[in-house]
Structure formats: structure tokens, C-alpha cells
């Protein structure tokens, strides 16, 4: 009988030291896991800022980079939602939520889409000088970003100095000139325009490194990094042939 007092002693023992140890390998299994799932959950994150990146580099219209299902089909999934917001002119900040159930990531990168491939019917790193020969000089701007219905249009991106003899006139979005296929849909009395702010008309005067003035409107805007040349190239399908469509930005 004391033998087999002891013996279950012991053995009961050994059943509370497995039970504790139990209990503390089943916690480092589940810590392991939640790892393993945040560390998925980052990377999977990481993923739709890539894409949603790659996708926003290869868009020849920026504007319809805001539309709220712009990345359903190339980037959202079940697993991850990527999200654009402007954060100012040709500056963006993409974010991307993923959610593998429990955990949970949210990552957010700005992004400059703009600088390069940015928006302007004129573009000029040099000094600029634009002579209407004592006449009018007639444009019709880029649309930049849409705001509201109307567009904030830019029609001279520049990094030096600009100097207008005659008259320069930004004539506004036009539906007999659209920036591009397709921009103009529905009734003519829909048509967006630009905002007033982002349309001026400026007779005989000059924009300076140290003075920009007010008769210059927001359409005019100072870039100091973006390259005029970039090469933007799309392959594109015409006529059944595979076709290398070379645009310099």
C-alpha cells in the first residue's frame, strides 16, 4: 500500500509538471502563429502598395486614379484593400488594409506621381519667354486634378523663369479640344470646366525665382524636379498587331 502511495504521488506529480509544461508550449504554439499571421498580414499589405504604385506609374490620366474602384480589379482581394488620397499636386499617399483574421494590418506610403508625368500643356525646366508678337497667344490647358465637377487645369509647369510679351490666354477645357479620348461624356451642358482660379489671361509680365505675380494663377505652377523628356511607353493592340506606343510625357 506505501509503495503504491508513493507511486501515484509521483505520478500525479509528473501529470501537474506535464499539464504546466503543456500549457506553456500550447502558448508559445499560438504566439508562433499570431507571428506567422502578422508577419503574412504585412506583406501581404506591402503587396498592394506595390501594386496599387505600379498601377498608379502605368495611368495616362491621373484624374482616374480617384475613382473609388479603381484598384478592384488589378489589386483589391479578399485579403487586402488599397486606397488612394491626394495629398497634393501630383502627391499621393496610398494605403493598403489587409485582414487575415485576427491580425490586422495597415500600411500608408506617399507616392509622387506628378513630378515625372505630372500634369501641364506646357512644360519647361529652362527659362521660358513666350512672345505673341504684340498679339494674342490662345491655349487650352491640361485638366490636372478634378475637383468637385471642375478641374484645378494647369497650363504651364515650370522650374525657372517666364516672361509673357503680348497676351497669353487660357481659353479653359473646350469640348471641341479635349485633352484626351473620351474626357468629354454627356450632355454639352455638363461639360466640366476650370476652376476661376485655375484659368488667367496675363498681358506683358513675368514670373521671377523670388516673385510670382497675382495675375499668374494656380494654373501656373513651379516644379523644380519634374523631367519634360520621360519616356512613357504602352503596348498597345491595333488591328490584331501588338503596337509599342513611345509619348514623351
Known amino acids: 500500500m506505501t509503495t503504491l502511495l508513493i507511486t501515484s504521488l509521483l505520478l500525479i506529480v509528473a501529470l501537474l509538471f506535464s499539464l504546466a509544461s503543456y500549457k506553456n508550449l500550447f502558448y508559445q504554439i499560438k504566439r508562433t502563429q499570431n507571428e506567422v499571421l502578422a508577419r503574412q498580414a504585412h ?98 490647358p491640361d485638366p490636372g486634378i478634378k475637383n468637385g465637377s471642375d478641374y484645378e487645369c494647369v497650363l504651364l509647369r515650370y522650374a525657372g523663369t517666364v516672361k509673357i510679351i ?23 451642358g455638363s461639360y466640366p470646366n476650370c476652376l476661376g482660379n485655375y484659368q488667367s489671361t496675363v498681358v506683358d509680365s513675368m514670373i521671377t525665382a523670388s516673385n510670382k505675380p497675382s495675375v499668374f494663377g494656380d494654373d501656373y505652377i513651379k516644379d523644380i524636379v519634374f523631367d519634360p523628356f520621360l519616356i512613357h511607353s504602352v503596348l498597345k493592340e491595333k488591328n490584331g498587331k501588338k503596337v509599342l506606343e513611345i509619348n514623351l510625357q
Not at 170 to 188: I, Q
Request: glycine residues 10%.
Open 166 to 188: 503680348g497676351t497669353f490666354a487660357n481659353k479653359g477645357l473646350h469640348y471641341a479640344y479635349p485633352p484626351y479620348d473620351g474626357f468629354y461624356t454627356g450632355d454639352a
Open 43 to 140: 506583406w501581404i499589405a506591402e503587396g498592394g502598395i506595390e501594386c496599387g504604385f505600379s498601377k498608379v506609374k502605368q495611368e495616362n490620366n491621373l484624374n482616374n486614379i480617384l475613382n473609388v474602384n479603381y484598384f478592384n480589379s488589378d489589386c483589391n482581394n479578399s485579403n487586402v484593400s488599397v486606397d488612394v488620397n491626394v495629398v497634393d499636386t501630383g502627391k499621393y499617399q496610398l494605403s493598403a488594409i489587409s485582414n487575415i483574421n485576427p491580425a490586422f494590418k495597415n500600411i500608408r506610403k506617399n507616392i509622387v506621381a506628378g513630378s515625372n508625368r505630372s500634369s501641364g500643356t506646357i512644360k519647361a525646366t529652362s527659362d521660358l519667354i513666350i512672345d505673341s508678337d504684340g498679339g494674342n497667344s490662345d491655349m487650352y
